[in-house]
């Protein structure tokens, strides 16, 4: 089943098939690039706000994109406590 979740200036889809994808403008989370190949599978949810995004993986792992002041990085230290 298709989500779609959406900043202020862009949208990402958890597609059924356990991806994810993003468009509109890059500073907003609209560019995945960095992060294209962890939101290639196992994408359970997307979680937005007013710039970035959080995709939580099946095994409970987090990716973000976006924004850096508004979450779009978190630091290797924090992923490994989520």
Do not use: Y
């Not at 989500?3 to 993003?22: E, I, M, P």
């Not at 995004?53 to 508004?70: E, L, M, P, R, Y």
Request: hydrophobic content about 40%; some cysteine; glycine content about 10%.
């Amino acid at each position: 089943r298709l989500r779609v979740k959406s900043t202020r200036f862009a949208f990402a889809a958890c597609q059924g098939d356990g991806s994810a994808v993003a468009w509109g403008s890059p500073f907003a989370g609209g560019d995945t690039s960095e992060v294209a190949d962890e939101l290639a599978e196992d994408v359970q949810d997307v979680c937005a706000n007013l710039m970035a995004f959080t995709a939580v993986k099946i095994d409970g792992s987090v990716v973000t994109w976006g924004h850096q002041s508004c979450g779009g990085q978190i630091s290797e230290e924090l992923k490994a406590r989520l």
